[in-house]
């Protein structure tokens, strides 16, 4: 069987130069195709590919799948299959769609679909959702803006990867809308907090990978296993509503100032197709506890932009990260979350945290590029922004590049709308 990371591997499906989607890569995802089918698939160029008429097919023989498991409108039942079946059925992509097997595969105008006439589905049904605060920089400018830089880190923050339980039913796909949310904020020299739309709404630039196969309750997941459960990664994008969360976050940390949506791209990109991309993430000092250390590149260099544009117009970049920025990697994030025998399940997501390098001009979020708003942004068409207007729309992408080609996500596209009405609260 040929191997899906050979990097001189060429595909018969014409793919542009530059693009996210080379054969390397094989993600996946859930498309509608015209007649309203929805159908898992993957990607290759600009051509979506239906993985459940493959199966049909009998492309997938001797490989142990359910007969129906492309046939769902999720990729759940995938997800909990192990880690080598994934692998085989991704390999087995890349044998059907190589330049040298051209001439075997005659279901061309039934399996193969161009992009530009699918409609991207949520890919996965979401059983819960972790955000994670995994960027050192990030936490350390959050930590100068309320406290003070010589305790701009909490006592904990360096010796495990704190996260909080958001909100998984308000995770949305990238094209989907977001309406301004509304709250209780606490205006600067006041005693009592009013309520209506957030002033400051903000974007907040992470990554985040998706579970397979879970573990059991009461059983942990070591850092040296980690990876076996994790199926692939996405972009994502924690909305943010900065004054509410100022005023609801303590006790017990983010609330409305957050469940009201998070974005996520669309196609899921494999562990394996980004194994070439693996590098060394930041010295952790002090040592960390046992059970969090790991062996070998857990960070992975995979480039950052976060765009945004306008009715007035056109995308505009407000900075540019890198995922390998994170001090706290994936499988300290999860040895992390089961430590204490919380289980996860297939489809579960956990999110990065805001990504921020350590220049001004790679900060992953509004709150840090305009300083709390002291240092207004300007835009193309000579407005200002501190935080995000109404019909703003924000770009997110992400890919990692090599030589002769590069693994990418596709984008998240989300533009911002006024409240959808009106509360009573605001009476």
């Known amino acids: 069987m040929i191997k899906a990371n050979d990097s001189n591997r060429k595909s018969w499906i014409s793919v542009p130069k530059d693009s996210d989607f080379p054969i390397q890569n094989i993600p996946f995802g859930v498309f509608k195709k015209q007649n309203n089918q929805v159908c898992i698939g993957t990607r290759i160029g600009d051509v979506a590919i239906d993985l459940g008429l493959l199966q049909k097919l009998n492309y997938f023989k001797n490989i142990p799948l359910n007969r129906d498991v492309f046939q769902k409108k999720k990729l ?27 001439s075997e595969f005659n279901h061309k105008k039934e399996v193969l679909h161009a992009v530009e006439e699918i409609e991207m589905m949520m890919p996965i049904k979401i059983g819960d959702y972790t955000d994670f605060y995994s960027s050192r920089q990030h936490a350390y400018n959050v930590g100068c803006m309320f406290r003070d830089p010589k ?35 606490l205006m600067e020299n006041s005693s009592t907090p009013t309520f209506g739309p957030t002033r400051l709404l903000d974007f907040e630039l992470e990554m985040a990978f998706i579970t397979g196969q879970g573990n059991e309750l009461g059983e942990q997941i070591k850092t040296s296993e980690a990876e076996n459960y994790i199926f692939g990664m996405c972009v994502f994008n924690d909305w943010s509503a900065r004054d509410i969360q100022k005023w ?13 949506a998070s974005s996520i791209s669309p196609w899921i990109v494999t562990l394996d197709a980004l194994e070439p991309f693996r590098v060394n993430g930041e ?27 306008s009715d007035n117009f056109a995308p505009h ?32 997501i956990m999110a990065s945290g805001t990504i921020s390098g350590s220049n001004p001009e790679t900060y992953g979020s509004m709150l840090e590029l305009t300083w709390k708003g002291t240092k207004p942004i300007k835009m193309p068409d000579g407005t200002d922004r501190k935080f995000l207007n109404d019909y703003d729309t924000i770009h997110m992408k992400a890919h990692a590049k090599c030589g002769n080609y590069r693994i990418g996500f596709g984008e998240i596209r989300t533009k911002i709308l006024p409240v959808k009405k009106q509360s009573f609260a605001s009476n």
């Open 76 to 102: 759940n039942d995938f997800l909990k299959l192990k880690k080598t079946v994934w692998r085989q059925v991704r390999d087995r992509i890349a044998e059907i769609f190589d330049d040298k097997h051209h």
């Open 151 to 185: 305790n701009a880190l909490l006592p904990n923050w360096l010796h495990m990867p704190v996260a909080y339980h958001g909100r998984a039913s308000s995770i949305i796909i990238s094209g989907t809308d977001v309406y301004r949310p509304m709250g209780q904020q």
């Open 248 to 260: 609801e976050y303590v006790p017990l940390g983010p609330f409305l100032g957050k469940n009201f």
């Open 283 to 309: 010295k952790q000092d002090p040592a960390t506890l046992p059970y969090l250390r790991f062996e070998g590149q857990k960070n992975i260099d995979i480039e950052l932009e976060v765009q945004i544009s």
């Open 317 to 348: 970049s407000l900075t540019k990260s890198n995922y390998k920025h994170l001090y706290w990697n994936m499988a300290q994030q999860l040895a992390h979350h089961t430590i204490n025998g919380c289980n996860v399940n297939a489809g579960d």
